[in-house]
């Protein structure tokens, strides 16, 4: 699977739309972009994927360029409970695909 | 989303005894489900992938009689760790995919102190 690169940390005004870039030079053409969660001692939260379009959810956005070289998790209206770790994960797929995690962007929403 | 639980939610044990941690897929069929380890500060590592009605499948460097994965039925894998030392205290977490994407949804964890 391609690999992600992501910034370590970012913070956000609470009420404030937060944008998570991470970019996967690499994807190859069957592969799918996958963002979770991980809220501190839990597990992770699916969040939203996407091949080439761009995709909402009740949860995020989720913009993937063109070229699909990158992609943006956008949150509209952050709060408090948004703080978290948040990893991009590309991934082929099929039930045995594995999700490989980096180290993701710690996103730390304040008042 | 799809729900997957795990018991317990901690656990403390003393050296040398056996701990056995259940995933649980409540409401959807499994026939693979993994099985990750996060250290503090860490990310998660994939240990294995359970298959229901086969052996699991290690990763490289995660000993399997160590940790005994056994996938008993559709909605059930267990993950025993093995005499257990200090260092395999940790956070264990499993995860089931299910949906046309085979999204994969995680458990809430089991945390694991070993005395």
């Known amino acids: 699977d391609a690999k992600t690169t992501q910034p370590p940390s970012m913070d956000c005004a609470e009420g404030r739309a937060a944008n998570l870039p991470c970019n996967h030079s690499t994807i190859s053409g069957n592969e799918y972009v996958y963002w979770y969660r991980q809220i501190h001692s839990q597990g992770p939260q699916y969040i939203i994927h996407g091949l080439k379009n761009n995709e909402t959810n009740e949860m995020a956005s989720l913009i993937i360029t063109e070229d699909r070289k990158s992609s943006t998790l956008i949150l509209p209206h952050a709060t408090l409970r948004d703080t978290a770790v948040y990893y991009c994960i590309v991934r082929g797929t099929g039930t045995a695909s594995k999700l490989t995690f980096g180290t993701g962007t710690r996103l730390q929403v304040t008042l | 989303g799809a729900v997957v639980s795990q018991h317990p939610s901690w656990v403390i044990c003393k050296s040398g005894t056996s701990v056995k941690i259940e995933c649980r897929s409540l409401d959807f069929q499994a026939t693979t489900m993994f099985w990750y380890r996060q250290f503090p500060k860490q990310s998660l590592m994939l240990m294995a992938t359970?298959?229901?009605?086969?052996?699991?499948?290690?990763e490289q460097g995660v000993e399997k009689d160590k940790f005994l994965i056994n996938h008993a039925s559709l909605t059930l894998s267990t993950l025993t760790v093995t005499s257990a030392h200090p260092e395999d205290s940790s956070f264990y977490i499993c995860?089931?995919?299910?949906?046309?994407?085979?999204?994969?949804?995680f458990g809430p964890g089991t945390r694991l102190l070993v005395l």
């Open positions: 359970s298959n229901e009605g086969s052996k699991a499948t290690y």
């Open positions: 995860s089931a995919p299910t949906g046309g994407m085979e999204t994969q949804y």
